[in-house]
């Protein structure tokens, strides 16, 4: 496992250029870059210059979202992003960033579950199709929060077992985007995790919860670093992540106001300081 720095969820605004530096500087293993961005910085340079720029930081890159919400646009629309994929998909192939996420929305206003199922497969199956010819895998995000839940009337996935299961019937590159803050607010425990895979998860978000708000309360718009309250079992979710062989990145989305309020060299300070913790509280080597 490795420490990958994505400024914005940390309340960074940075350039490419100031992002890798930052990363480095900070001791970081790896960026998360999203794929427009790349591709962009591709088109104006190189393949070779961008992939240089890893390399010369001594990073790698973590996980980007996919450029569009497969769930919330109509089909034309969907059929149009498609179309324009891949372009993007081979700029990430060239450079290595082959983990992709996208989270799903827990409940629908107007889908019961199975057909909120069905409706997921139908979108999320031809885009990991595309994505599996250029060797990218999918990671799907729950999402926790009762807060967030309460706004559907109809509920939907909010677990790793549900997870799992839409991932299984969308595709063999499909896996999870863990993230230990939904893992936390949907009431997950140690046992959830007990028969994860490496091969099951793309990606990890690493934040903790505030201290002082009950369950039902928690707000996935107000976190912490990682370890900051101990509300979240930390040391069980990054051992569970190490008992399962993972080896790819971990971000920290903190959705903290005072962390983004800092200078971009702190806030990248704290965040490595307290991935690198979170990592070193297991037995996996870094």
């Known amino acids: 496992m490795y420490a990958s720095l994505n400024p914005g969820l940390v309340g960074i605004k940075a350039s490419l250029t100031e992002s890798f530096m930052l990363a480095q500087r900070h001791g970081f293993g790896g960026l998360d870059v999203q794929i427009n961005q790349l591709h962009d910085a591709v088109s104006q340079r190189s393949v070779a210059a961008v992939r240089d720029l890893f390399t010369e930081h001594k990073l790698r890159p973590g996980t980007w979202n996919l450029p569009f919400k497969p769930y919330t646009l109509t089909k034309a629309k969907w059929q149009d992003a498609l179309a324009k994929l891949p372009p993007l998909l ?5 450079l290595g960033a ?4 996208m989270w799903i929305l827990p409940g629908s206003y107007d889908r019961s579950y199975a057909q909120n199922f069905t409706f997921h497969v139908e979108r999320f199956q031809p885009v990991a199709r595309l994505l599996a010819d250029y060797g990218i895998r999918l990671g ?25 299961e839409l991932a299984r019937v969308i595709g063999s590159n499909c896996g999870q985007l863990f993230d230990n803050y939904h893992w936390h607010c949907a009431g997950g425990t140690r046992a959830d995790l007990a028969e994860l895979t490496r091969e099951e998860i793309v990606s990890v978000h690493l934040s903790d919860a505030p201290a002082g708000v009950e369950l039902a309360k928690q707000f996935t718009g107000v976190r912490k670093l990682p370890g900051t309250t101990g509300e979240i079992d930390l040391a069980g979710f990054m051992q569970a992540m190490a008992d399962a062989g993972y080896d790819g990145p971990l971000t920290a989305q903190p959705c903290e106001a005072g962390l983004s309020a800092l200078p971009a060299d702190e806030s990248a300070a704290r965040t490595a300081h307290a991935i690198h913790t979170a990592i070193a509280t297991t037995q996996c080597p870094t």
């Open 90 to 94: 081979a700029t990430a192939q060239a």
């Open 98 to 101: 082959t983990r992709a996420g």
């Open 140 to 164: 799907l995000e729950f999402l926790g929060p009762e807060t967030l839940c309460r706004i559907f009337k109809h509920p939907f996935i909010r677990s790793v077992a549900q997870t799992r």
